[in-house]
């Protein structure tokens, strides 16, 4: 039997869906021509499910007739409850809005720009300060995170390869007796690339993320800073479905913004160590263009935003020494523990009038270790960091490691 879609969004089944009616007795055997094979059978695509074809009813075990239902049955106890059985591309679709998500993620004051924040506007140990100019700047970064959610709908796990490449310009815009406020400006491109997997089946993600955003940073001589910074994405996707042999959508347009708030302080301490306690809030939202995928899915967007929290303390060494020419060279090394936890409930993408719903785990500690040189009366500078994190909630499930290297010239 070859059933064919009308364009129905598909629902899920209880008897199913007659489309054989025996009216007497029958040895007739059916066999279902699907779209693809679900636990040695053959299954077919409507909507946000998919069907797999059975003799005799629920509610009726001895009709004869033969049904398409949507039924995961437990093998273990075919008798017991039921649930819905999605189509393999589903959970493409529910991880699709994280996926985004894991590109508009701000960095850190520090993974941006390096040490500047203390060179900037503190006095030198030779009482010297350091010479002006605005830095031009340069960074990459690349990251593999793997995602299992707290809650998901239809069970996904997911990972995301990132890198992106972002470059600023940092200007002075005001300098009193207790620091500067310095603006800028910044573009970004790159890529995350996300393979999926769930019981119902596996795909893969990859979208392209280029963009532009602003900073505005103070630096007290105290040592205290306040950074925040604002940017905005725009996302070309492609989607497909491994265990279908499709590509789900191509080209598929979104857009992200992201924006954050970091303050912290820095403790001098004996010698030349520092600690420094920071807190930073970070909000983000994508969204993507609605969709209908090759099998009649309405594909759309929800509610997919961020809010996250973050707790850090470093614990920095910094040198500093003048060369034969006289000019100052500076080196700052660095060890960071933070704590970071997700106020709000994930990702919910709509298939059809069917709601899938992502939530990641919400708790999260991570270390990092960096450093940074710089040269010339701090006119060139070269920094870089690794950084590793993992959920807490249940340890090592979803867990993340990547690093950064950027530079700066001032000109």
Excluded: C
């Excluded at 493409?92 to 894991?102: D, H, M, N, T």
């Amino acid at each position: 039997i070859k059933v064919i879609g009308l364009g129905g969004g598909g629902a899920q089944t209880v008897d199913g869906i007659k489309i054989v009616d025996v009216g007497g007795v029958s040895a007739g055997t059916f066999n279902l021509q699907g779209d693809y094979v679900f636990q040695g059978d053959q299954a077919v695509v409507a909507g946000a499910y998919a069907y797999r074809l059975y003799q005799n009813g629920v509610s009726t075990p001895a009709d004869g007739d033969w049904y398409l239902r949507s039924a995961l049955i437990n093998p273990v106890d075919p008798g017991g409850p039921t649930s819905p059985l999605y189509s393999p591309a589903v959970p493409v679709y529910e991880a699709y809005a994280g996926v985004l998500q894991s590109f508009t993620q701000l960095g850190t004051l520090q993974q941006r720009i390096g040490n500047r924040s203390w060179t900037v506007a503190d006095q030198s140990a030779t009482g010297s300060t350091t010479q002006g100019g605005n830095p031009v700047w340069g960074r990459i970064e690349a990251s593999h995170s793997e995602f299992e959610p707290g809650t998901s709908t239809t069970g996904t796990d997911y990972d995301a390869d990132l890198w992106r490449l972002q470059a600023g310009l940092d200007m002075l815009l005001s300098e009193t007796a207790s620091g500067m406020l310095v603006g800028g400006l910044t573009v970004h491109y790159g890529t995350v690339k996300s393979d999926v997997s769930s019981s119902f089946g596996t795909g893969s993600i990859e979208a392209t993320g280029y963009g532009f955003g602003g900073t505005l940073t103070w630096y007290g001589k105290n040592g205290f800073y306040v950074d925040t910074q604002a940017e905005l994405t725009w996302f070309d996707s492609d989607l497909s479905s491994a265990t279908l042999g499709k590509k789900l959508a191509d080209g598929n347009n979104g857009f992200g913004y992201g924006l954050g708030i970091e303050a912290g302080q820095k403790i001098a301490l004996h010698g030349n160590w520092s600690l420094t306690p920071q807190a930073q809030l970070s909000y983000a939202s994508v969204d993507f263009d609605s969709f209908t995928d090759p099998y009649g899915a309405l594909v759309s967007n929800d509610s997919s935003d961020s809010l996250t929290g973050r707790l850090g303390l470093s614990a920095d060494y910094e040198s500093e020494w003048k060369g034969s020419a006289g000019q100052t060279s500076r080196s700052h090394v660095y060890g960071i523990a933070n704590l970071y936890y997700d106020f709000l409930d994930g990702t919910d993408v709509d298939v059809s009038g069917t709601r899938l719903t992502s939530k990641p785990q919400q708790l999260w500690g991570g270390f990092g270790v960096g450093g940074s040189l710089s040269w010339a009366d701090d006119h060139y500078s070269v920094h870089g960091e690794l950084l590793a994190r993992t959920s807490l909630e249940d340890f090592g499930d979803s867990h993340a490691f990547g690093g950064s290297v950027g530079f700066s010239v001032k000109w």
